[in-house]
């Protein structure tokens, strides 16, 4: 089993920028994908970004490229989401969620294990 466990979250004006972290505990050594997803009420969950952490390759949503770093200090097992340039539709719950499995897809039904999420709210 894993944990995630989520925090960084909070309010911002449009143009900040915010870090978020994901730590993972338990059975790290077998996660394969990790991810960063986002949910506003009413709608679907959304992938941010993802890693795949045998060869540490990263992708990015459309919405977030190049205004959004994901990086792992895989000695803390831990994940981080550094975003900037932050707009008012980046506001949402942002979930860290792993996969033991692989390979790594942007379908949130792949991933087995999720974090309690962290509020990102972004003023304009």
């Known amino acids: 089993q894993v944990q995630l466990v989520e925090s960084g979250g909070g309010s911002v004006q449009a143009g900040g920028s915010l870090r978020l972290s994901c730590a993972a505990s338990?059975?790290?050594?077998?996660?394969?994908?990790v991810a960063w997803f986002r949910q506003v009420p009413g709608a679907k969950r959304l992938p941010v970004a993802r890693i795949s952490t045998g060869d540490g390759a990263v992708s990015y949503a459309d919405p977030v490229k190049d205004r959004f770093t994901f990086s792992r200090d895989s000695a803390k097992s831990t994940f981080y989401l550094d975003m900037a340039s932050l707009r008012p539709e980046d506001t949402a719950v942002y979930y860290c969620a792993a996969d033991p499995w692989g390979p790594c897809t942007w379908g949130p039904q792949r991933y087995n294990f999720w974090g309690q999420g962290t509020q990102v709210t972004v003023s304009s």
């Open positions: 338990g059975e790290t050594f077998t996660l394969i994908c």
